[in-house]
């Protein structure tokens, strides 16, 4: 079985530019996530989509990030315009079910803003 | 506000002997723990899990303890073995219908 895929692994630009991650879950997956790791922190959700529907984006810094999941699938997470302390480790999880049954996760996308 | 707590930040152990990871949660309304396992430059995976109407739960060489009425949790390895070395999230949510709220962390260190 295929586990999540995210590209790229990673990603360096300058401050006030956007950036863009792509996720593609396990198929079947319901669930999506994505999670902000900052360095030296646990992962923080940033939003949750049960198929192509938003469950969750209140910890979504909707001022400059948005995410989409169009049909159900893939996922985008956009940055715009990145900041500084938006350097961290962007994860990527899927779940069969609507939420903790087992998330997985993907390898990650290492985001450096300089 | 930090409603999972892990207050070590680092252990390290022999080979052969106990580990045992410690996580605090504030939430009541958590039900469902869960423990993740996270080598360098990879993602989190998951390694057990726990839910409240259990005191505990076991697999292999990993046990989960589970203490609501203290709020705590704690992960045991026995015996440690050196690729065990990695950091450990305690992750918890209200149900199985919400997204986890993590620690930050233990990192664990099993040496030869």
């Known amino acids: 079985e295929a586990g999540v895929a995210q590209s790229p692994r990673y990603k360096i630009i300058e401050k006030r530019q956007s950036v863009a991650f792509w996720c593609n879950p396990i198929?079947?997956?319901?669930?999506l996530y994505w999670y902000q790791q900052i360095l030296g922190q646990g992962p923080k959700l940033l939003i949750q989509?049960?198929?192509?529907?938003?469950?969750?984006d209140s910890q979504l810094p909707k001022d400059r990030f948005s995410a989409e999941r169009l049909k159900g699938v893939d996922s985008t997470l956009k940055i715009q315009p990145a900041k500084l302390e938006d350097s961290a480790v962007y994860l990527c999880?899927?779940?069969?079910?609507?939420?903790?049954?087992?998330?997985?996760f993907g390898q990650g996308t290492r985001l450096t803003v300089v | 506000d930090q409603q999972v707590k892990q207050n070590s930040p680092s252990l390290s152990v022999q080979e052969g002997r106990i580990s045992i990871l410690n996580c605090d949660y504030t939430?009541?309304?958590?039900?469902?723990f869960l423990w993740y396992k996270k080598y360098p430059a990879e993602g989190p995976t998951f390694l057990i899990s726990?839910?409240?109407?259990?005191d505990k739960n076991e697999d292999g060489r990993f046990t989960v303890f589970l203490n609501k009425s203290a709020k705590h949790l704690s992960l045991h390895i026995v015996p440690s073995q050196p690729g065990d070395s990695a950091v450990y999230f305690c992750?918890?949510?209200?149900?199985?219908?919400?997204?986890?709220?993590f620690g930050k962390g233990t990192s664990l260190l099993v040496t030869p």
């Open positions: 999880a899927s779940s069969i079910t609507g939420g903790s049954a087992e998330a997985f």
């Open positions: 198929s079947g997956h319901a669930t």
């Open positions: 989509f049960q198929n192509n529907g938003v469950v969750d």
């Open positions: 939430n009541s309304m958590f039900d469902y």
């Open positions: 726990i839910s409240s109407i259990k």
């Open positions: 992750a918890a949510s209200p149900n199985s219908g919400y997204a986890l709220n």
